[in-house]
């Protein structure tokens, strides 16, 4: 079974949703991964050192690019764009499945 590299491609600041609803303690950028941070999941498991809560979100995408699948609305074959759905502070992962 293929590995399959997650990148982080972007943490993105919802402003106005974070201004009205973010407890006063909360960091506006989420901390728990850097913009760049490389993670290999292998055999389908959570890669150490990798957000538990993102992987609740982008588990499933990377399920199906380890078993082989694709995603027809992407244009390279093997990739796939997910993310973590904290509506605070999202952060966006680019999926390759390397063979």
Not at 42 to 68: K, N, T, Y
Request: aromatic content about 8%.
């Amino acid at each position: 079974m293929p590995d399959v590299k997650i990148t982080v491609v972007a943490k993105l600041k919802p402003g106005e949703v974070f201004a009205e609803l973010a407890a006063d303690t909360t960091n506006p950028v989420c901390d728990a991964v850097e913009t760049g941070k490389e993670y290999l999941s292998v055999g389908m498991a959570i890669p150490e050192g990798f957000c538990s809560w993102a992987w609740a979100d982008i588990q499933r995408d990377v399920a199906h690019l380890a078993l082989g699948g694709d995603f027809r609305w992407i244009n390279k074959p093997g990739s796939m764009v997910s993310c973590c759905t904290d509506g605070l502070r999202p952060v966006v992962f680019k999926l390759e499945r390397i063979e």
